[in-house]
């Protein structure tokens, strides 16, 4: 059974909006952070989000400020990130992470494709 399960991805047209959500069937611990990164084919993972679980405190890249946002639901134990404005180059897997003390747990990913 995944951990995480990622949801919520499809194909969207530039200047759409899309929520992930990304559902953990783990415990998770109020110093954990849970967080999304994107890959596209033949790119680097790269970080875009995350919150700590417990304070709600955020973190974002700065190329995604202002233009998605990080949230979670503490009783379905699910993050979201909400994009909007999408753009093409936002094409990629979405994976959602969480960060804990004892390692790093990952999703399968859920696909995005904006088309122009």
């Known amino acids: 059974q995944a951990q995480l399960v990622e949801s919520g991805g499809g194909l969207v047209q530039a200047g759409d909006s899309l929520t992930l959500a990304c559902a953990s069937y783990r415990h998770t611990s109020g110093s954990d952070a849970m967080g999304w990164f994107r890959q596209a084919p033949g790119k680097a993972r790269e970080f875009l989000a995350a919150v700590r679980w417990g304070s709600g405190i955020t973190w974002y890249a700065d190329f995604v400020k202002g233009r998605f946002t990080i949230s979670r639901d503490m009783v379905k134990n699910t993050v979201y990130l909400q994009m909007n404005s999408l753009k093409p180059e936002d094409t990629a897997v979405y994976y959602c992470?969480?960060?804990?003390?004892?390692?790093?747990?990952w999703g399968q990913g859920t696909q995005v494709t904006v088309s122009s």
């Open positions: 992470n969480a960060a804990t003390l004892l390692g790093n747990y």
